[in-house]
């Protein structure tokens, strides 16, 4: 079985801060991690994934994510934050990779930039 | 990139009637597609995988005979909301994915309101 927790609902940070979202799973075998981003009444859009080999991953709009297996997270950081990452942020583990591979997400965090 | 399609994006519908959302892959072949329900500030719950085909596989608790999934094509699966009730009201959203693709890429969404 395999869970996510993401802690809080709602980090507020000012334009050009530090972005820090904090994924922790819990999984049975070597977990497949994923990060996606919601704008209000949209889907979900991919922000990155680790799959296997390097452990920090690099994504979309300047968002990056390390996979530490020791400590069972997947924390998403992003250096400077920017209005246009105003949004909701789902962290989901899968058991492989895969299109056809289950996704199980976390409860979202709503992420609010300050002007 | 891989485009998912969802119609209609929003629809509202009177108790007790049914309503069909459809989800296509624009520009692959999709072997399987998910079906999700996301109540507000909530996360995603996974209510059906779909493959090409075959009978749709559905998540503990959700009722197959309430919510009919059909996959007939390969770019092509539509979810039907049988005798709809207020409490059927939430946001559905699709992802589809193939053979050649590394994860399921996500429809926008339909919100479904049942008056």
């Known amino acids: 079985a395999q869970s996510v927790t993401q802690l809080g609902s709602h980090v507020s940070v000012s334009e050009g801060a530090l972005v820090l979202l904090r994924c922790n799973y819990s999984?049975?075998?070597?977990?497949?991690l994923f990060w996606y981003v919601q704008y209000p009444n949209q889907g979900l859009q991919l922000l990155l994934k680790?799959?296997?080999?390097?452990?920090l991953v690099k994504g979309i709009n300047g968002f990056e994510a390390e996979f530490k297996k020791s400590e069972t997270s997947f924390h998403l950081t992003k250096p400077s934050a920017h209005m246009s990452d105003a949004a909701e942020y789902f962290c989901?583990?899968?058991?492989?990779?895969?299109?056809?591979?289950?996704?199980?997400f976390g409860k979202g965090i709503t992420l609010s930039v300050r002007p | 990139g891989a485009v998912v399609s969802q119609h209609p994006s929003w629809v509202i519908c009177k108790s007790g009637t049914s309503v069909k959302i459809e989800c296509r892959s624009l520009?692959?072949?999709?072997?399987?597609m998910f079906w999700y329900r996301q109540f507000p500030k909530q996360s995603l719950m996974l209510m059906a995988t779909?493959?090409?085909?075959?009978?749709?596989?559905?998540e503990q608790g959700v009722e197959k005979d309430k919510f009919l999934i059909n996959h007939a094509s390969l770019t092509l699966s539509t979810l039907t909301v049988t005798s709809a009730h207020p409490e059927d009201s939430s946001f559905y959203i699709c992802?589809?994915?193939?053979?050649?693709?590394?994860?399921?890429?996500f429809g926008q969404g339909t919100r479904l309101t049942v008056v």
């Open positions: 680790y799959t296997t080999g390097a452990t």
């Open positions: 992802s589809a994915g193939g053979f050649m693709n590394t994860e399921a890429f």
């Open positions: 989901a583990v899968s058991p492989f990779t895969g299109a056809n591979s289950k996704l199980t």
């Open positions: 520009d692959f072949q999709a072997t399987t």
């Open positions: 999984s049975s075998v070597p977990p497949y």
């Open positions: 779909s493959n090409e085909g075959s009978k749709a596989t559905y």
